[in-house]
């Protein structure tokens, strides 16, 4: 097998960490795919192993990399009563996600151990490793940190795609999952508020936001709006010494209640449309007066008349829709009952007198040229004849 081994062109795994030497821990790597030898490694080599386990074998497979591991402990306490058990009852295999290495995803394949208990009513239970994963996770907490930090970033989707170009793919939602786990930062004690409703579902149900004026952020969220809710809330948080609120009189009730020696002030925001409000119904009660004003102005405006200038003609009138369309029916039927003149005599064309010098022209009019030159000199042949 040796000879084989080293007549065979060596992969990347052997050209990285080489074959011996003065490394120590054997551990089963796959050098070629299905083939396994027994190597020595440094463990500076290897991907940095979480405290508490020991690395049995690597496997390097085509898209990632899988570390089989197990607990070093030699028991473990038990969760319902903290008796330490050293009896194991049986082991199953846990896989967990882990940072990348080398551009490739790590995953590790836990060797977890249940262990018997004897002092309390739960039989058996699985050791936990509280600084490699959470219980029932599926990815090391350096890997959720890392997630979630990148979802703090740019979000989920995102988030997810960033990740899947870092080697440590991720759905958007559970991108957003692991921010949504995160603990609140703690928070100062407000001391200028600003009290609103906001909708749980439009039209249907309402509660109260709270938020903290002077850092700009969102404090609390109450699940109504009632009187209640914002005075309790007020009586936990005691250094509030400026609410800001809207007309409504269950906030007013709660903060003269709640804070009596707040001071209770008008947002802007309601300040504003108040102002517009009160503004739009007093122009709507002098209409009347208003249009007057605006036409004195406009003639006080208006510059003089030229009198040697020429009267200006009026414009025409705009026919309105209904002539237009009577018109353009009626020229429509005329040309519909005019029969064709083509192979047809035209009228006789009249002619025209010629009025003497001085009097005035006949009121008869001369007769429309003939749309058909050819067929009115035939005419005038025929009554020459």
């Not at 996600?97 to 080398?102: R, S, T, Y």
């Not at 004690?189 to 409703?197: F, I, L, Q, S, W």
């Not at 109504?224 to 948080?237: F, K, N, T």
């Not at 007066?289 to 004195?296: G, N, T």
């Amino acid at each position: 097998m040796e000879p084989e081994c080293q007549s065979a062109p060596q992969h990347w795994f052997i050209r990285t960490f080489g074959d011996g030497g003065e490394f120590g821990g054997v551990l089963a790597a796959s050098v070629r795919l299905g083939e396994t030898r027994p190597m020595r490694f440094s463990p500076a080599q290897l991907p940095t192993v979480p405290a508490g386990l020991l690395v049995e074998a690597v496997a390097v497979e085509p898209d990632r990399v899988v570390i089989t591991a197990r607990s070093d402990a030699p028991d473990a306490s038990c969760p319902a009563c903290g008796t330490a058990a050293g009896k194991v009852h049986g082991h199953y295999w846990r896989t967990l996600a882990d940072l990348p290495w080398h551009d490739r995803c790590v995953a590790w394949r836990l060797r977890v151990r249940r262990f018997r208990c004897g002092r309390c009513e739960r039989r058996t239970f699985a050791e936990r490793l509280p600084d490699v994963a959470a219980r029932k996770g599926r990815r090391t907490g350096r890997l959720a940190r890392a997630q979630t930090a990148i979802g703090l970033a740019v979000g989920g989707e995102p988030g997810a795609r960033l990740s899947s170009k870092l080697a440590m793919p991720v759905s958007g939602d559970t991108v957003l999952r692991l921010i949504r786990k995160l603990p609140l930062p703690p928070c100062p004690a407000p001391r200028v508020v600003g009290v609103d409703d906001w909708a749980w579902r439009r039209g249907r149900r309402y509660g109260t936001v709270v938020c903290d004026l002077e850092r700009r952020r969102v404090v609390d969220l109450l699940p109504d709006r009632s009187a209640a809710s914002l005075r309790a809330w007020l009586e936990r948080h005691p250094g509030v010494a400026v609410i800001s609120r809207d007309r409504a009189g269950s906030y007013a009730e709660a903060a003269r209640t709640g804070a009596p020696g707040a001071v209770q002030v008008a947002d802007r925001w309601h300040l504003l449309v108040n102002a517009s409000d009160a503004l739009r119904g007093v122009l709507d009660r002098d209409q009347a007066k208003l249009r007057e004003a605006v036409r004195l102005c406009a003639a006080k405006g208006q510059a003089p008349a030229d009198p040697a200038a020429p009267p200006k003609s009026p414009r025409p009138q705009a026919e309105a829709p209904a002539t237009r369309r009577r018109r353009s029916a009626g020229s429509s039927a005329a040309a519909t009952r005019t029969p064709s003149t083509r192979g047809s005599t035209p009228p006789r064309r009249r002619r025209c007198a010629p009025s003497p010098k001085g009097s005035a022209p006949t009121a008869e009019p001369c007769a429309p040229p003939s749309p058909n030159p050819g067929a009115t000199a035939r005419s005038r042949g025929r009554s020459t004849a």
